[in-house]
């Protein structure tokens, strides 16, 4: 399968807003689908991830760092579209950010990059105070 295709992102101001898109074409029927970031000189860190994508079951989860500020969606027009909408936006949000998935019905650690064998090519996102 290809690996999914990003778009967005780009800078911003304290509090301002951006979103982040990714379109993961293929099956992604029980598939989790997350977003990650790295910012310079940090590890990678999982950001917001959904379980589920297809099922009638899906599950929502985000990284205290963002939650209440951040919300990740799914939908399916012509293929799988994950988002990431970034609202109440800090400086220390600066990063690359990337979309992964995992293969269908993964019971690994949301947050575990290792667990995600799909990478997006990742996209820069910069907040100025």
């Known amino acids: 399968q290809a690996q999914p295709v990003q778009a967005g992102g780009g800078s911003a101001q304290a509090g301002g807003s951006l979103r982040l898109s990714c379109a993961v074409s293929?099956?992604?029927?029980?598939?989790?689908g997350a977003w990650f970031r790295q910012a310079s000189g940090k590890e990678r860190e999982g950001v917001a991830a959904i379980a589920g994508i297809g099922t009638s079951s899906r599950t929502i989860y985000y990284a205290d760092s963002v939650k209440g500020r951040f919300t990740i969606s799914q939908e399916y027009t012509n293929q799988d579209m994950l988002y990431l909408q970034m609202n109440s936006l800090k400086p220390e949000d600066t990063a690359m950010y990337y979309c992964a998935t995992t293969l269908p019905f993964n019971n690994g650690k949301w947050s575990d990059q290792y667990e995600y064998p799909r990478w997006g090519q990742g996209t820069q996102v910069t907040v100025s105070p």
């Open positions: 293929g099956n992604n029927y029980g598939v989790r």
